[in-house]
């Protein structure tokens, strides 16, 4: 619970009450800058669509208003053209000409006149009944009661004339025309190949008038309205006729409708002079088709190249009279707004919206200001508790009186800080229960370590003794408060082999008992050879110090967290204990010798007496046959005498090195069995063999039969003469084995370990040597053979003696059980 | 679209030339004069009148009627704006103009005594006697010799009838159209040949 620097409270950069201002701020401005985009685009989509759809029902009325104009014009021209006077003169004219054929030469004739202005020949045109007749219409004198023409139309006709057939001028007012017309665009069109028909000519400057003119040209027709007899024409200035109609319809400040032709030319425009072309030549496709639209164009016409709405629409009754047909060029209306002024609505609204959203974020921002206050005041206050729980110093109760969650929290501080006190001080107490459980665990250890009398050290991984017992500080005369800081092998007075040794073991840390341990488990010992007296020197734990032997073992303890592992030495004086079993082996060894005196005496003495009692009998006999017989007696009597020193030889190991050749088993073992039968009362003891056959091994004839001998010797015995004998040979894997059963009461547990010791007998004194086992074994062995014994109480013993093979004797000593070459044979030989 | 339009304009331009083509050659017959092996006017003008009327009937009910009821363009009398097809009436109107574009001399032309455009009223006393007759007797011509200043003309004038729907229901409904109880079947004018007798 140390308070570090790093627990300090950091320097926020983004503080809570900045954080909620921003979020508050955040989430007011993106719905309102996309719900303005959306918006303004939106609303630009709808007024562009309501306004393209105004703009063309707008030119479609207004086409209609002017289309009405110009049919009110072309019926007043027709009117004037149906005039029978008119065309009565006009067939007379037509014959005329037919039946006199010097027309062309009175024409240029007056050509001429006319041309020159002569006043006879312009009056002669000017002022007949035809051009008094058009003056007529014209004024309006010969219109249909209550059809007014309007003045402005009138005004607006810089000429109308009258041609006939050829082309020629027959009358006319107001300008002066030209007297030949036939070659005019104008006349062949509306004469039309006699067939007649109307013809609307576009937009031109004429000098005559010094105007942008349009003109009507109506064919007039004879009686039968059978063909073309002249051509009314009439000039009439476009500007003029046209504006009253088109400069009336504005709409806002620049919305205005304007007539074009097919080419692009404005033909009556408030804004562009009439005769010139639409600025821009792209445009004219696209507000020129034949059914009425809108469009949005890049340009506007005007000059200017802002995106702009277009409406339009072709003037119906009109266009199919232009150039002679509707495919020949159309008149159109040509509605447009600036499109500042379409969309200036919606700019407005949006400068509208922007500022009062700004207002209205302002105000966000305000109210999240306070907001965030509100919020913000609490959780700092919870800070500081929290940091004071931290310290442990939180004495006052926290007190928010906010009424919502954040007063729950403050009311959780205080509880938590109450159960932090309450739970630190039982913590305290339990630290100390521990503490003093901790230190009389250590003190019973201490008694407990005391009380034992071996001495015990605990040393460090630097050889420093850590603790010693009570028992060791009086072996080694240390006092006990000095132990802390002493080497051990300052304590410890060893000679340098038995130092070096010490501490390679400690260096090892125990693991060298451990690879001994694991050494021993890998090649297992046979239990039945007595260990090795040189091997147990060398490897017993312990040394001497001074006149005392002791024994050592090093343990190694759990290291406490936090330190080094502690080593273990238990110390444990052995000088009295391995006094007592020198005695003790000595002991036993002078039994041993007693038993083996009183064994050779035994075994000697019995043909010793046989052999006096012999020469007795040779000294009293009188025949030589029968002291001959006496006298092998003694020789064999002496014979069992050298053998039986033999046998003491053999156990003190004085051996003869001679070499091994190969023998049959099973003929040794009946030469053994023979010498057995020779020396022992076997007449009750029922001999079984069971040969394998040939069986032949590496051994010296005489030392192999006396080894068996021993064994069968031993069988007997322990049958006491009375059971059965079962002798078995075996051939195996370059093994010979004969096996030796008997039946007896069988060899007990504890003296299963000491049947090889020399001496070892259960007989009583005299009867064996105690050498018979040893002797065998040490025989077997030399050959490079093994002998085990395997007993059990009441269960008989049975002796397996293993010898290496001879090699030529292999394949054919096999023991084939099928045809047993045992013979069952009791004792005949009986001595 | 396009196709059924350039399809339709051959049609009608085939109709007119095979018109003219029979229209003009009787005239040839028609200037022996009456003693002659030629062909009389009243048979010439008869010759054509069938022509004309085959043609429209044709046009009216395999055509136009057709390509309605399919739905796929109808006739109006703006066609040329609308992009549909021209109105049985201003097939024979057009072919007739055409006709006498082609210097011929021949002419036909629709009349009536309630026409919707002015131009298509009788022209002179015959024409609007022979319209009054044949509201009466439609099933006999009227034919005479019409004069224009020194130029003859023979004129006959066969009893129209509304052949399809299409022209009641037009002439009923058009603003400038002075009579709007038409029937079908009806006498609604009059098909007006002429032809020069020079």
Known sequence: ?831 | MGSIHATVRIAIRTLVIVGCLWSGSPLLFAKDGPGGDGIPPDKVADYIHAILEANRTIYTTSIVNRLQEKGILSATEHWEQDNTLPLPAQLLQHTGRLVAESGRGIRFRLIGLSPIYQRNAPATQFERQALETLRQRPEQPITGIVTSGKKRYFQAIYADRAVSPACVSCHNTHPLSPKQDFKLNDVMGALAITIPLE
């Open chain 1, 1 to 831: 619970m140390n308070t570090t620097p790093s627990a300090a409270p950091r320097q926020t950069r983004w503080g809570l009450k900045a954080k909620l201002i921003v979020s508050m701020l955040l989430v007011g401005t993106v719905p309102l800058v996309i719900g303005l985009g959306m918006a303004f685009w939106q609303g630009s989509r709808e007024i562009r669509d309501v306004s393209g759809e105004s703009f063309k029902a707008l030119a479609m009325e207004a086409a209609r208003k002017l289309d009405l104009l110009v049919a009110e014009e072309i019926a007043q021209t027709a009117r004037m053209a149906n005039d029978p006077t008119i065309i009565r003169e006009l067939e007379h004219r037509r014959d005329m000409s037919e039946n006199h054929r010097v027309a062309g030469v009175e024409t240029s004739d007056f050509e001429a006149k006319w041309e020159a202005g002569e006043p006879n020949a312009v009056r002669s045109i000017m002022e007949n009944q035809l051009s008094a007749l058009l003056r007529e219409y014209y004024t309006g004198i010969r219109n249909a009661p209550g059809q007014l023409q309007p003045q402005i139309v009138r005004a607006s006709t810089k000429m109308l004339f009258l041609t006939d057939v050829h082309g020629l001028l027959v009358a006319a007012i107001g300008e002066k025309p030209e007297l030949r017309h036939d070659r005019t665009r104008w006349w062949q069109g509306a004469y039309h190949k006699a067939v007649g028909r109307l013809f609307i000519e576009d937009v031109r400057f004429d000098k005559r008038v010094n105007a942008y003119v349009f003109t009507i040209s109506v064919p007039v027709m004879d009686q039968l309205r059978y063909e073309v007899v002249g051509v009314l024409h009439r000039v009439i200035d476009a500007k003029e006729f046209f504006s009253p109609a088109t400069h009336a319809i504005r709409f806002g400040k620049t919305g205005h409708v304007m007539l074009i032709d097919s080419n692009g030319l404005v033909i009556s425009c408030p804004i562009l002079p009439t005769g010139v072309p639409l600025s821009d030549p792209n445009l004219v496709p696209l507000v020129t088709p034949l059914q009425p639209g809108w469009v949005q164009a890049s340009s506007d016409g005007h000059g200017g190249r802002s995106t702009s709405v277009i409406g339009f629409a072709p003037l119906p009754e009109t266009s199919r009279a232009t150039n002679g047909s509707i495919e020949n060029g159309s008149w159109h209306t040509f509605v447009w707004q600036a499109s500042d002024e379409i969309f200036a609505p919606i700019q407005h609204l949006f400068t509208w919206v922007t500022v009062f959203g700004v207002a209205g974020l302002a105000l966000l921002a305000t109210l999240g200001y306070v907001a965030a206050s509100r919020i913000v005041t609490p959780i700092r206050q919870l800070m500081l508790a929290a940091r004071a729980i931290g310290r442990g110093e939180l004495k006052t109760p926290i007190d928010i009186r906010s009424g919502d969650e954040l007063e729950e929290l403050a009311e959780e501080f205080n509880r938590m800080n109450q159960q932090l006190n309450a739970a630190f001080a039982g913590l305290t107490d339990q630290v100390e229960l521990k503490t003093r459980e901790v230190q009389a665990l250590q003190q019973s250890t201490d008694h407990i370590l005391d009380a034992v009398s071996t001495p015990i050290f605990l040393i460090d991984a630097d050889e420093q003794v850590r603790y010693a017992n009570r028992a060791a500080c009086e072996s080694f005369g240390m006092r006990r408060d000095q132990s802390l800081s002493i080497s051990l092998f300052d304590v410890l007075p060893l000679d340098a082999s038995a130092r070096q040794r010490l501490r390679r073991e400690f260096r090892a840390g125990g693991a060298v008992g451990a690879a001994e341990r694991a050494a021993g488990l890998e090649l297992p010992r046979d239990p039945l050879t007595p260990p090795s007296d040189q091997e147990l020197i060398d490897h017993r734990p312990e040394f001497r110090i001074g006149s005392r032997l002791y024994q050592y073992q090093w343990f190694r303890l759990p290291a406490r967290p936090g330190q080094e592992p502690v080593s273990g030495l238990v110390l444990r004086d052995t000088t009295d204990e391995s006094r007592l079993h020198e005695q003790l082996v000595q002991a036993e060894k002078s039994g041993s010798l007693g038993v083996l005196t009183a064994g050779i005496g035994h075994e000697l003495n019995n043909p010793l007496f046989g052999i006096i009692g012999l020469g007795e009998a040779i000294q009293e006999e009188q025949s030589l046959e029968r002291a001959k017989a006496y006298a092998r007696d003694i020789v064999a009597q002496g014979r069992r005498m050298a053998t039986v020193i033999r046998d003491f030889a053999g156990v003190t190991g004085k051996e003869e090195h001679d070499q091994a050749v190969p023998v049959s088993l099973e003929e040794e073992t009946d030469r053994a069995l023979a010498i057995v039968q020779s020396t022992s009362d076997m007449k009750n003891v029922v001999v079984n063999k069971r040969y394998a056959g040939d069986v032949r091994v590496l051994a010296k004839p005489d030392q192999l039969q006396q080894a068996l001998a021993n064994l069968i010797t031993n069988a007997v015995q322990a049958m006491k003469g009375t059971g059965t004998l079962t002798l078995t040979t075996a051939w195996s894997d370059r093994v010979g084995t004969v096996t030796i059963t008997d039946s007896g009461p069988g060899i007990p547990k504890q003296h299963l370990s000491k049947i090889f010791d020399p001496f070892f007998t259960t007989r009583d004194q005299g009867e064996g040597s105690g050498l018979g086992l040893t002797v065998a074994r040490r025989i077997i062995r030399k050959f490079g053979g093994e002998l085990r014994i395997e007993s059990g109480e009441g269960r008989g013993t049975t002796c397996i003696v293993t010898l290496p093979a001879h090699p030529a004797a292999s394949g054919e000593g096999t023991w084939d059980p099928s045809t047993p070459q045992s013979e069952s044979q009791s004792a005949r030989l009986s001595s």
